[in-house]
């Protein structure tokens, strides 16, 4: 395949962020006077929604509770709501169902949403949120709910059909997207330290600016920026950490009931917002009655006609290994190591069951025909680093969070052609020395 000997923007990875950004960054150019599509090569080393953006599960959320990231998780919805059909977009809203070890933690995140004008509804105490459950399920069952915070906005996007609609956006700005073309190594200027080139399997390419939005394989890819391996980190209360690794992987696991979408509709008879459902009430197996754990978990799941049942998923586990040990090769279904396993089936089975009866005995329906799961690659907050590098390496990792963070690459456009954001300063990589990182919240995921 013949690459292109030079492009002013060259974008690694065609994920939500690097299509995103290029399409963006195409209408920035153009509304600027300052050039096109023309003037970005999109390259990825397999093709359009090879990595994670191709698995993802797909929700699209507000609640957060890092101030931050709701801002930008608004500013994202934005972005969906804009073209939700190009995006394949299901405005079904989202719903945060939690324990008490939790209330003040949503509570907050639900004013702080009224202050940025964000809808939603907050329900508080056991027995209202039971009673609102109910009305939307009549065979609504969890145990150890006190609040419910429902966004009326949100909801989920089919993964793959909007990673294509969004590179038919690029590509008729003029933005060239090349597969099969993968990033070895980079050659960097003799005095400043700038990126000058990048050295692909299929040729050299120089470059003026370079994006990368790589999401699991970003250790890599930081490793041949010659980026530190090991990082100072202040936390929240002052205390120095030395020596911390800047990536770690967790894995996340998903699965898919193979049951008919359409039984999981409100009680009148509507698709139903993504449900997000964390308890400390003991989980007993759906299968034996065997418990399973006493400790807090939490579940999500939506019906997804793309899956072809109810999708969804439960908390990441942490990989137990340095980051440059881990193949992130083959990714996702292909990995032989990194996929859902018999644990995961009987939890998010049985929690299923926990939450609503018609999940009842419907373990053995459990789409086992289908590898499921991947890769995460997460900084040592959890949180995004959105940076420059290098004098002109735009660095985008998300950290996980990243599918319905379809508007950072608009913002990443404007940074690109001169403008900064505001939305984007609390993701600099200079917060980890300053010792300003975003709040961690009581939920069981690293990410909310
Ligand atoms: C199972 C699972 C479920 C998830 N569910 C959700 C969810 O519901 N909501 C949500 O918001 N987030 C979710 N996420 C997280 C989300 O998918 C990621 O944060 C996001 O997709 C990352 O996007 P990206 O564009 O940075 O990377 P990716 O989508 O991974 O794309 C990176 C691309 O870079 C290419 N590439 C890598 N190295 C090179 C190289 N050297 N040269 C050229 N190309 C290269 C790859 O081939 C790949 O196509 C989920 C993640 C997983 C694994």
Same mark, same amino acid.
């Not at 507000?62 to 969906?80: C, G, I, K, T």
């Not at 202050?115 to 109910?134: L, P, Q, T, W």
């Not at 089975?349 to 690659?377: I, T, V, W």
């Not at 940076?387 to 404007?414: C, P, Q, W």
């Given at each position: 395949?013949?690459?292109? #000997?030079?492009?002013? $923007? %060259?974008?690694?990875? &065609?994920?939500? @962020? *690097? /299509? ?131 966004? #009326?906005?949100?909801? $989920? %996007?089919?993964?793959? &059909?909007?990673? @294509? *609609? /969004? ?144 999708? *969804? ?136």
């Amino acid at each position: 395949m013949a690459v292109p #000997k030079g492009t002013k $923007y %060259a974008i690694i990875g &065609a994920g939500i @962020h *690097g /299509l995103s950004t290029a399409f963006h960054l195409a209408q920035s150019l153009k509304a600027a006077g300052r050039g096109s599509g023309a003037d970005i090569l999109v390259v990825d080393k397999t093709a359009v929604a090879a990595g994670a953006s191709g698995i993802a599960c797909g929700v699209v959320r507000n609640n957060y509770f890092q101030p931050a990231m709701r801002e930008l998780m608004a500013h994202s919805v934005d972005v969906w709501e804009s073209d939700p059909k190009a995006y394949s977009y299901h405005p079904v809203g989202y719903m945060q169902i939690s324990p008490e070890g939790m209330h003040e933690d949503v509570a907050s995140i639900y004013q702080q949403q009224k202050a940025i004008g964000y809808e939603s509804v907050f329900i508080e105490g056991a027995e209202d949120s039971a009673k609102y459950m109910r009305s939307l399920f009549d065979d609504w069952q969890a145990k150890g709910i006190t609040s419910v915070l429902h966004e #009326k906005r949100g909801g $989920y %996007a089919n993964n793959r &059909a909007s990673m @294509h *609609g /969004l590179a038919v956006k690029a590509e008729n700005e003029g933005v060239r997207i090349l597969s099969g073309v993968e990033v070895l190594d980079f050659e960097f200027g003799s005095n400043s330290g700038a990126v000058t080139a990048i050295n692909t399997n299929q040729g050299r390419i120089a470059c003026e600016t370079v994006v990368v939005g790589v999401g699991p394989w970003v250790n890599k890819i930081w490793n041949l920026l010659e980026l530190p391996k090991r990082i100072t980190v202040k936390d929240l209360r002052g205390k120095v950490h030395e020596d911390v690794p800047m990536w770690k992987f967790w894995c996340l696991e998903e699965g898919t009931l193979g049951v008919d979408p359409d039984m999981h509709k409100t009680n009148d008879g509507r698709f139903p917002p993504v449900l997000h459902v964390d308890t400390d009430a003991p989980l007993y197996s759906d299968r034996d009655g065997k418990l399973i754990t006493d400790k807090l978990w939490g579940i999500y799941y939506k019906p997804d006609f793309s899956f072809g049942g109810v999708q *969804g998923g439960a908390s990441p586990y942490k990989v137990d290994q340095d980051a440059d040990q881990v193949a992130v090769d083959p990714y996702g279904p292909e990995s032989p190591e990194f996929v859902v396993g018999d644990d995961f089936i009987e939890m998010w089975c049985s929690a299923l069951a926990h939450c609503q009866k018609r999940f009842e005995g419907k373990m053995p329906l459990y789409r086992r025909d289908e590898n499921s799961g991947g890769l995460g690659c997460f900084t040592p907050d959890n949180f995004p680093v959105f940076d420059t590098f290098r004098e002109n390496v735009y660095v985008i990792a998300d950290s996980n969070h990243g599918y319905k963070m379809i508007g950072v690459g608009k913002l990443v456009a404007r940074e690109l052609t001169g403008e900064k954001s505001a939305l984007l300063e609390p993701f600099r990589f200079a917060r980890f020395a300053k010792g300003e990182l975003h709040p961690t919240s009581h939920s069981p995921f690293p990410w909310s």
